[in-house]
Protein backbone atom coordinates (compact mmCIF):
# COMPACT_ATOMS: atom_id res chain seq x y z
CA UNK A 1 0.00 0.00 0.00
CA UNK A 2 1.20 3.35 -0.74
CA UNK A 3 1.92 6.05 1.44
CA UNK A 4 -1.31 8.25 -0.08
CA UNK A 5 -3.58 5.11 0.78
CA UNK A 6 -3.00 4.75 4.21
CA UNK A 7 -2.71 8.22 4.61
CA UNK A 8 -6.51 8.16 2.59
CA UNK A 9 -7.70 5.31 5.15
CA UNK A 10 -6.72 7.25 8.16
CA UNK A 11 -8.66 10.40 7.08
CA UNK A 12 -10.46 11.62 9.62
CA UNK A 13 -12.97 13.00 7.88
CA UNK A 14 -13.94 9.55 6.29
CA UNK A 15 -17.47 8.24 6.63
CA UNK A 16 -16.73 4.93 6.82
CA UNK A 17 -12.96 3.24 6.91
CA UNK A 18 -12.91 -0.41 6.26
CA UNK A 19 -9.04 -2.03 7.66
CA UNK A 20 -8.55 -5.47 6.88
CA UNK A 21 -11.62 -7.68 5.95
CA UNK A 22 -10.98 -11.30 5.59
CA UNK A 23 -14.03 -13.57 4.87
CA UNK A 24 -13.96 -17.25 3.61
CA UNK A 25 -16.59 -19.03 2.96
CA UNK A 26 -15.21 -23.27 4.43
CA UNK A 27 -11.71 -23.35 1.78
CA UNK A 28 -12.82 -20.43 -0.28
CA UNK A 29 -11.08 -17.29 0.76
CA UNK A 30 -13.42 -14.25 -0.38
CA UNK A 31 -11.74 -11.83 1.04
CA UNK A 32 -7.89 -11.39 1.72
CA UNK A 33 -7.01 -8.00 3.46
CA UNK A 34 -9.90 -5.19 2.24
CA UNK A 35 -8.87 -1.50 2.72
CA UNK A 36 -10.92 1.59 1.79
CA UNK A 37 -12.66 4.50 3.31
CA UNK A 38 -14.92 6.63 1.69
CA UNK A 39 -15.77 10.51 2.82
CA UNK A 40 -18.70 12.38 3.44
CA UNK A 41 -20.11 12.92 -0.11
CA UNK A 42 -18.12 10.54 -2.30
CA UNK A 43 -18.72 8.06 -4.42
CA UNK A 44 -16.80 4.87 -4.19
CA UNK A 45 -17.09 2.81 -7.08
CA UNK A 46 -16.03 -1.46 -6.91
CA UNK A 47 -15.81 -2.83 -10.71
CA UNK A 48 -13.91 -6.44 -11.20
CA UNK A 49 -14.77 -9.81 -13.14
CA UNK A 50 -17.73 -11.93 -11.14
CA UNK A 51 -16.68 -13.75 -7.86
CA UNK A 52 -13.66 -10.82 -7.19
CA UNK A 53 -15.62 -10.30 -3.62
CA UNK A 54 -17.26 -6.98 -4.61
CA UNK A 55 -20.32 -7.98 -3.09
CA UNK A 56 -18.75 -9.29 -0.20
CA UNK A 57 -17.39 -5.98 0.59
CA UNK A 58 -20.96 -4.49 0.50
CA UNK A 59 -22.72 -7.22 2.65
CA UNK A 60 -19.57 -7.27 5.23
CA UNK A 61 -19.98 -3.15 5.33
CA UNK A 62 -23.57 -3.38 7.08
CA UNK A 63 -23.36 -6.74 8.69
CA UNK A 64 -25.24 -8.66 6.24
CA UNK A 65 -22.10 -11.06 5.94
CA UNK A 66 -20.05 -11.61 8.78
CA UNK A 67 -16.19 -11.12 8.22
CA UNK A 68 -13.83 -13.16 9.48
CA UNK A 69 -11.24 -10.17 10.68
CA UNK A 70 -11.33 -6.72 10.11
CA UNK A 71 -12.51 -3.58 11.62
CA UNK A 72 -15.41 -1.22 10.08
CA UNK A 73 -15.92 2.17 11.23
CA UNK A 74 -17.92 4.64 10.79
CA UNK A 75 -19.37 8.22 12.65
CA UNK A 76 -21.06 8.25 16.00
CA UNK A 77 -18.07 6.20 17.59
CA UNK A 78 -19.06 2.89 15.82
CA UNK A 79 -16.36 0.68 15.65
CA UNK A 80 -16.87 -3.28 14.61
CA UNK A 81 -14.13 -5.03 15.47
CA UNK A 82 -14.66 -8.78 13.27
CA UNK A 83 -11.97 -10.57 14.65
CA UNK A 84 -13.39 -10.43 17.98
CA UNK A 85 -17.36 -11.35 18.36
CA UNK A 86 -18.92 -7.95 17.28
CA UNK A 87 -21.59 -6.54 19.46
CA UNK A 88 -25.73 -7.35 17.77
CA UNK A 89 -25.41 -3.67 18.82
CA UNK A 90 -22.71 -1.93 16.70
CA UNK A 91 -24.01 -4.30 13.94
CA UNK A 92 -27.32 -2.60 14.14
CA UNK A 93 -25.95 0.90 14.70
CA UNK A 94 -23.99 0.48 11.25
CA UNK A 95 -27.49 -0.97 9.49
CA UNK A 96 -28.98 2.71 10.71
CA UNK A 97 -26.78 4.30 9.20
CA UNK A 98 -26.48 2.91 5.95
CA UNK A 99 -29.36 1.44 3.43
CA UNK A 100 -28.52 -1.08 0.28
CA UNK A 101 -30.37 -1.77 -3.19
CA UNK A 102 -30.08 -5.00 -4.22
CA UNK A 103 -29.69 -6.34 -7.88
CA UNK A 104 -32.94 -7.63 -7.42
CA UNK A 105 -35.43 -5.14 -5.54
CA UNK A 106 -36.43 -7.58 -3.28
CA UNK A 107 -39.69 -5.33 -2.62
CA UNK A 108 -42.04 -7.01 -0.93
CA UNK A 109 -44.89 -8.83 -3.24
CA UNK A 110 -47.47 -8.41 -0.95
CA UNK A 111 -47.69 -4.97 -0.25
CA UNK A 112 -48.06 -1.72 -3.05
CA UNK A 113 -45.37 0.54 -3.64
CA UNK A 114 -46.51 3.07 -0.61
CA UNK A 115 -46.40 0.07 1.74
CA UNK A 116 -43.04 -1.14 0.99
CA UNK A 117 -41.16 2.41 0.84
CA UNK A 118 -43.03 3.26 4.39
CA UNK A 119 -42.58 -0.41 6.37
CA UNK A 120 -38.51 0.56 6.91
CA UNK A 121 -39.12 4.10 8.33
CA UNK A 122 -42.50 3.64 10.24
CA UNK A 123 -41.59 -0.10 11.54
CA UNK A 124 -37.32 0.97 12.29
CA UNK A 125 -37.20 4.14 12.00
CA UNK A 126 -40.39 4.92 14.44
CA UNK A 127 -41.76 7.40 12.26
CA UNK A 128 -45.32 7.94 12.18
CA UNK A 129 -47.29 6.72 9.28
CA UNK A 130 -48.28 10.10 8.16
CA UNK A 131 -45.14 11.59 8.33
CA UNK A 132 -43.67 8.17 6.27
CA UNK A 133 -46.22 8.70 3.59
CA UNK A 134 -45.60 12.12 2.82
CA UNK A 135 -41.91 11.44 2.52
CA UNK A 136 -42.28 8.59 0.31
CA UNK A 137 -45.04 10.48 -2.08
CA UNK A 138 -42.70 13.12 -2.45
CA UNK A 139 -39.64 10.59 -3.21
CA UNK A 140 -41.62 9.05 -5.58
CA UNK A 141 -42.98 12.06 -7.59
CA UNK A 142 -38.97 12.54 -7.56
CA UNK A 143 -38.47 9.19 -9.41
CA UNK A 144 -41.12 9.91 -11.87
CA UNK A 145 -43.07 7.46 -9.72
CA UNK A 146 -46.06 9.13 -7.71
CA UNK A 147 -48.95 7.52 -9.94
CA UNK A 148 -47.83 3.85 -9.08
CA UNK A 149 -47.73 4.19 -5.27
CA UNK A 150 -50.78 2.13 -5.12
CA UNK A 151 -49.78 -0.29 -7.45
CA UNK A 152 -48.08 -4.06 -6.38
CA UNK A 153 -44.67 -5.00 -7.69
CA UNK A 154 -45.81 -7.63 -9.89
CA UNK A 155 -47.27 -4.50 -12.18
CA UNK A 156 -43.69 -2.37 -12.75
CA UNK A 157 -41.49 -2.92 -15.18
CA UNK A 158 -38.19 -4.18 -13.91
CA UNK A 159 -36.50 -0.42 -14.17
CA UNK A 160 -39.83 0.82 -12.43
CA UNK A 161 -39.00 -1.57 -9.67
CA UNK A 162 -35.39 -0.50 -9.18
CA UNK A 163 -36.25 2.65 -8.79
CA UNK A 164 -38.91 2.11 -6.07
CA UNK A 165 -35.98 -0.04 -4.81
CA UNK A 166 -33.78 3.38 -4.34
CA UNK A 167 -36.57 5.14 -2.98
CA UNK A 168 -37.16 3.05 -0.51
CA UNK A 169 -33.35 3.12 0.71
CA UNK A 170 -33.73 6.97 0.24
CA UNK A 171 -36.41 6.80 2.61
CA UNK A 172 -34.38 5.53 5.72
CA UNK A 173 -32.23 8.67 5.11
CA UNK A 174 -29.50 6.65 5.55
CA UNK A 175 -26.01 8.05 5.63
CA UNK A 176 -24.42 6.04 3.44
CA UNK A 177 -26.39 4.29 0.22
CA UNK A 178 -24.95 0.81 -1.41
CA UNK A 179 -25.50 -0.24 -4.31
CA UNK A 180 -24.86 -3.78 -5.76
CA UNK A 181 -25.04 -4.48 -9.35
CA UNK A 182 -28.55 -2.50 -9.57
CA UNK A 183 -28.32 -2.56 -13.22
CA UNK A 184 -27.87 -6.28 -13.57
CA UNK A 185 -30.81 -7.67 -13.91
CA UNK A 186 -32.45 -5.11 -16.01
CA UNK A 187 -33.18 -5.08 -19.90
CA UNK A 188 -30.27 -3.12 -21.62
CA UNK A 189 -33.19 -0.46 -22.59
CA UNK A 190 -33.81 0.18 -18.67
CA UNK A 191 -30.15 0.96 -17.62
CA UNK A 192 -30.58 4.06 -18.23
CA UNK A 193 -33.72 5.21 -16.18
CA UNK A 194 -32.11 3.40 -13.00
CA UNK A 195 -28.68 5.08 -13.81
CA UNK A 196 -29.78 8.46 -14.21
CA UNK A 197 -31.37 8.64 -10.90
CA UNK A 198 -28.48 7.43 -9.04
CA UNK A 199 -26.08 10.40 -10.97
CA UNK A 200 -28.50 12.55 -9.30
CA UNK A 201 -28.12 11.14 -6.00
CA UNK A 202 -24.17 11.39 -6.80
CA UNK A 203 -24.76 15.07 -7.22
CA UNK A 204 -26.56 15.80 -4.85
CA UNK A 205 -23.70 15.14 -2.34
CA UNK A 206 -25.07 11.60 -1.28
CA UNK A 207 -22.05 9.45 -0.22
CA UNK A 208 -22.40 5.92 -2.13
CA UNK A 209 -20.49 2.81 -2.44
CA UNK A 210 -20.89 1.16 -5.72
CA UNK A 211 -20.86 -2.35 -7.48
CA UNK A 212 -21.28 -1.85 -10.98
CA UNK A 213 -20.31 -3.42 -14.43
CA UNK A 214 -21.51 0.03 -16.16
CA UNK A 215 -17.92 1.60 -17.12
CA UNK A 216 -19.74 4.51 -18.78
CA UNK A 217 -21.49 5.28 -15.21
CA UNK A 218 -18.06 4.87 -12.99
CA UNK A 219 -15.94 6.65 -15.53
CA UNK A 220 -18.78 9.74 -14.89
CA UNK A 221 -19.74 9.49 -11.47
CA UNK A 222 -17.24 7.82 -9.32
CA UNK A 223 -14.74 10.26 -7.09
CA UNK A 224 -12.53 6.93 -6.93
CA UNK A 225 -12.57 3.28 -8.74
CA UNK A 226 -11.47 0.28 -6.55
CA UNK A 227 -10.92 -3.11 -8.97
CA UNK A 228 -11.14 -6.42 -7.52
CA UNK A 229 -9.79 -9.99 -8.40
CA UNK A 230 -9.36 -12.69 -6.59
CA UNK A 231 -10.53 -11.26 -3.12
CA UNK A 232 -7.60 -8.58 -3.09
CA UNK A 233 -7.90 -4.99 -4.49
CA UNK A 234 -5.33 -5.21 -7.09
CA UNK A 235 -5.58 -1.26 -8.47
CA UNK A 236 -7.17 2.00 -6.89
CA UNK A 237 -7.54 5.65 -8.54
CA UNK A 238 -9.40 8.40 -10.43
CA UNK A 239 -11.51 6.83 -13.54
CA UNK A 240 -8.96 9.13 -15.30
CA UNK A 241 -6.11 6.66 -13.46
CA UNK A 242 -7.96 3.42 -13.97
CA UNK A 243 -9.96 3.81 -17.75
CA UNK A 244 -6.78 5.35 -19.36
CA UNK A 245 -3.66 4.19 -18.09
CA UNK A 246 -3.70 1.50 -15.45
CA UNK A 247 -0.77 0.11 -14.30
CA UNK A 248 -1.26 -2.94 -13.19
CA UNK A 249 -1.77 -5.84 -16.27
CA UNK A 250 -4.85 -6.97 -14.27
CA UNK A 251 -6.74 -4.31 -14.83
CA UNK A 252 -5.82 -3.63 -18.18
CA UNK A 253 -6.68 -7.32 -19.52
CA UNK A 254 -9.99 -6.48 -17.27
CA UNK A 255 -10.83 -3.61 -18.99
CA UNK A 256 -9.81 -4.77 -22.74
CA UNK A 257 -12.07 -7.58 -22.32
CA UNK A 258 -14.73 -5.57 -21.02
CA UNK A 259 -14.93 -2.56 -22.90
CA UNK A 260 -14.06 -4.75 -26.71
CA UNK A 261 -16.61 -7.45 -25.94
CA UNK A 262 -16.54 -8.80 -29.77
CA UNK A 263 -12.48 -8.70 -29.65
Known amino acids: MSPTDSARQADADALLTVTGLHKAFGANEVLRGIDLSVRRGEVLVLIGPSGSGKTTVLRSINGLEIPDAGIVT ?34 FPHMTVLENIIEGPVQV ?7 ATAEAVALLDRVGLAEKR ?3 PFQ ?7 RVG ?13 FD ?15 AVMKELADEGWTMVVVTHEISFARGVADEILFMDGGVIV ?10 APKQERTKQFLHRILSPLD
Open 166 to 178: IVRALALKPQLLL
Open 156 to 162: LSGGQAQ
Open 150 to 152: DVY
Open 74 to 107: APDGIRIDYSAKPAKKDILAMRDRTAMVFQHNNL
Open 181 to 195: EPTSALDPELVGEVL
Open 235 to 244: ERGTPKEIFT
Open 125 to 131: KGVSKAV
